[in-house]
T-cell receptor, first 114, second 114 residues
Framework: GDSVTQMEGPVTLSEEAFLTINCTYT??????LFWYVQYPGEGLQLLLKATKADDKGSNKGFEATYRKETTSFHLEKGSVQVSDSAVYFC?????????????WGAGTKLIIKP | DAGITQSPRHKVTETGTPVTLRCHQTENHRYMYWYRQDPGHGLRLIHY???????DKGEVSDGYSVSRSKTEDFLLTLESATSSQTSVYFC?????????????FGPGTRLLVL
């Protein structure tokens, strides 16, 4: 079945460092891909998404490119801030009828130190 | 922000008691979801609804029931709470189409079963 694999955390970086959080997926067809972020004590919120191959989603300085050939959707940011400390979830929506359920990765906790 | 509220936000209860969590939306979205979030497990779908009185099970539905008598309200009931149901519960909503499967999350309910 469809699945999402994220790199394990926590990931600890210093402020202004470059960030990559890896996400790979297994799915038939062309799923939509998502990154969600969860700040401490809050619900999840959509960070960015891409709906077809080679699309790049971007928001708040974060980017991710839908790579069909490597089945990946890695999250990147050029210069992280302390305020980016959160848990990041990669998810996919299968192309075929799934009653619009999302398939979730396990989440990656990001810690940014000043 | 999507208009989603959850009540209560925090609850402590005893093993064997019934508990009902409420999710209320003001967006008139067709789909509603209940998830639980536990360390090491990410997000797991409990039940979801695709319309009034139309519900289906997710991957961890045992011990839970749901009801949706109005578009705006989705109730999650633990018939007889157990300590294994201690968790953070999130409601989500969506109005999905292919390529527009984004889910919007509520703030969560933290449940402790003693």
């Amino acid at each position: 079945g469809d699945s999402v694999t994220q790199m394990e955390g926590p990931v600890t970086l210093s402020e202004e460092a470059f960030l990559t959080i890896n996400c790979t997926y297994t799915a038939t067809g062309y799923p939509s891909l998502f990154w969600y972020v969860q700040y401490p004590g809050e619900g999840l919120q959509l960070l960015l998404k891409a709906t077809k191959a080679d699309d790049k989603g971007s928001n708040k300085g974060f980017e991710a490119t839908y790579r069909k050939e490597t089945t990946s959707f890695h999250l990147e940011k050029g210069s992280v801030q302390v305020s980016d400390s959160a848990v990041y979830f990669c998810a996919l929506s299968p192309q075929l009828d799934s009653n619009y359920q999302l398939i979730w990765g396990a989440g990656t906790k990001l810690i940014i130190k000043p | 922000d999507a208009g989603i509220t959850q009540s209560p936000r925090h609850k402590v209860t005893e093993t064997g008691t019934p508990v009902t969590l409420r999710c209320h939306q003001t967006e008139n979205h067709r789909y509603m979801y209940w998830y639980r979030q536990d360390p090491g497990h990410g997000l797991r779908l409990i039940h979801y609804s695709y319309g009034v009185k139309d519900t289906d099970k997710g991957e961890v539905s045992d011990g839970y029931s749901v009801s949706r008598s109005k578009t705006e309200d989705f109730l999650l009931t633990l018939e007889s709470a157990t300590s294994s149901q201690t968790s953070v519960y999130f409601c989500a909503i969506s109005e999905p189409q292919v390529g527009q499967e984004t889910q919007y999350f509520g703030p969560g309910t933290r449940l402790l079963v003693l």
